[in-house]
């Protein structure tokens, strides 16, 4: 006999726990816009700065090398009055650097893996039908309803992309090029591991499990269940910014409408999947950005890999020149 109390009890602790989580994820994603908007302004004050003087005194002569316990650093040249004056150095290493992109896609894919996990581990503790949570038969007709559903609500996401860049809100585009990767064995990964594995875990959590279980399981309905596990699910994406909140909220109750209306959890598994999917390749993998004001974004962005990698970034799966 299937427990539904023990089960909507297990299911409230793994949804509070993902929503502290994606709470604690928007300082990284605040923090890495941070560190990327300060690195500039110090490049851009360090070449001021530096023409200036040329400006003003002339050339420089080159920097000596000083050696020292800790290595290799470099002091100014002696003034007239002969005395050298070190040069500051390790900085940089005094600031909290930003995680990697493999560090955040494998945080990401983890973590994510790991309250799926739990998720089934209830289903199968408290004896949860699987039709009850949407798990059926693979057919076409359900995969092509994904595919068409998930093109589509791409195609609304970047609607609603545009209508926030016109009023000023922010969206999600820092923690998406946070977790770009620049290397095909990275893109690799997120299209076909992490991806996946987001898509299949939201999906069983905030459709199978808070409308589908639910509305089975204490004759709820599936309707008002679909509302709340909307917001919950806007919540939970609190790093893409205001716009963002609202957007994911919206793009989640269409994919409650749809679990409801197909009963297969398949259906918004491919759909939530495309979506991200599309989000990815599209805008960091081909560089099209939608609406006025992103192409300075996208070209300081390019930038800053440049710097970070030490050469020409390797941009998406095909790895081409143009970004």
Not at 37 to 49: G, I, M, Q
Not at 118 to 143: K, M, S
């Amino acid at each position: 006999m299937t427990d539904w109390t023990t089960f909507a009890g297990f299911a409230g602790v793994v949804l509070a726990l993902l929503l502290l989580l994606a709470r604690a994820s928007q300082g990284v994603a605040s923090g890495g816009a941070g560190a990327r908007s300060d690195r500039a302004d110090r490049d851009a004050t360090d070449a001021t700065d530096a023409t200036d003087a040329e400006r003003e005194e002339g050339p420089r002569p080159p920097l000596a090398a000083h050696a020292s316990a800790e290595g290799f650093s470099e002091v100014e040249p002696p003034d007239e009055a002969g005395a050298g004056v070190p040069v500051p150095t390790g900085l940089e290493q005094l600031r909290t650097p930003t995680p990697s992109t493999a560090t955040l896609l494998a945080n990401v894919a983890l973590s994510q893996a790991l309250f799926g996990g739990l998720l089934l581990a209830a289903v199968w503790f408290t004896a949860v039908p699987l039709a009850a949570l949407g798990v059926g038969a693979v057919t076409p007709a359900f995969l092509a309803a994904g595919v068409g559903l998930g093109v589509a609500l791409f195609g609304a996401n970047a609607v609603a992309s545009v209508v926030g860049e016109r009023f000023g809100l922010g969206g999600g585009e820092e923690l998406r090029r946070l977790l770009t990767p620049e290397t095909a064995a990275g893109w690799a990964a997120l299209l076909f591991v992490v991806l996946p594995v987001v898509a299949g875990f939201e999906e069983l959590l905030f459709r199978g499990v808070l409308v589908g279980a639910l509305a089975t399981g204490f004759d709820l309905s599936p309707w008002l269940l679909a509302a709340g596990s909307s917001v919950a699910f806007a919540l939970g994406h609190g790093a893409q910014g205001r716009a963002g909140v609202v957007v994911t909220g919206l793009l989640g109750f269409v994919l409650a409408a749809a679990f409801v209306l197909t009963g297969s959890l398949l259906v918004v598994v491919v759909a939530h999947y495309l979506v991200n999917a599309l989000e990815f390749v599209v805008h960091e993998g081909l560089g099209v950005e939608w609406g006025a004001g992103t192409g300075a974004g996208r070209a300081g962005d390019a930038e800053g890999r440049r710097d970070d990698a030490g050469g020409e970034p390797d941009r998406g799966p095909g790895a081409g020149p143009g970004d």
